[in-house]
Every structure is written in C-alpha cells, then in structure tokens.
C-alpha cells in the first residue's frame, strides 16, 4: 500500500503544477491586453488628428502607470509643439484623476506648472508649485 502511495505522489505533484501554470498563463493574457480604445486614439494622433486622440485618451475610465507615463509625456509633445491648450487639459484631467500614486500626481502637477508657465499666465504657474511645494515638501528637492 505504501507504494502505491509513493507512485501517486508524483501525479499529484504533476497535476498541481500544471492547474498552476494553466491559471498563470490565463492570468498574464488578461493583464497584456490593449484596449481598443486606446489604439483608437494612437491612430488619431499617427493621422494628425490630435483633438479626436485626446478626447479618447481623456475619456480612459482609470490609468496604470504606464497610461500614466504617455499621458505625460503626450502633454509634453503637445506642450513642445506649441499647442499648450491641449497640453493643459490633459495635465489637469490627469491631476484630477484620484486613483494616481504621490509620485504621479507630482509629475503631473508639475508638468501642469510647466504648461501654465509656457501659456504665460504666470499667477496660476506660481500658485501650482506653491501647492507642489506645500503637498510633496520633500519630494521637491529631487525634481
């Protein structure tokens, strides 16, 4: 009897790694997938239609870190090119987004700054790096 035992651990063993493995690989499909949404939006901003990308891009109903990252660094491109509106809406639609990290939101609001201060209204720039400074004291010294 105790043989058998012995025979059958290896099946068990077997058996529970492969259920394992088949729940991992399901797991990662989930977690890689694009939205069509933002492909969608890719496409308006590679046909030169940038308002239309930016309203998909706005409408995302919640952002991980890496839409995070192309949200900043789409408001720069915007920003760089002299289209400091969109540039703006897109900055304070991400600050307003409450499902962001400290580090995040403190881009965010910088690049918000960043924007202010390239339209020329400079009270606004000045009173969103006070609140920058007030919010992320520390933080501050590394930016």
Request: proline content about 4%; overall charge neutral.
């Amino acid at each position: 009897m105790l043989e058998i035992l012995f025979l059958l651990l290896p099946l068990a063993f077997y058996s529970g790694w492969r259920t394992a493995y088949k729940k991992s690989r399901a797991g990662q499909t989930n977690t890689n997938d694009i939205s069509p949404r933002f492909v969608e939006g890719i496409n308006y901003l590679l046909n030169e239609e940038p308002d239309k990308a930016l309203d998909i891009f706005l409408q995302a109903p919640n952002i991980d870190a890496q839409a995070a990252e192309i949200f900043l660094t789409l408001g720069k491109m915007f920003r760089n090119r002299g289209e400091v509106n969109r540039a703006l809406r897109l900055h304070q639609n991400l600050v307003a987004r409450p499902d962001l990290t400290n580090n995040q939101r403190q881009a965010a609001m910088l690049a918000l700054g960043e924007d202010f201060f390239a339209a020329g209204l400079l009270d606004r720039a000045e009173s969103v790096f006070n609140e920058l400074l007030k919010t992320y004291p520390k933080n501050t010294a590394a930016c």
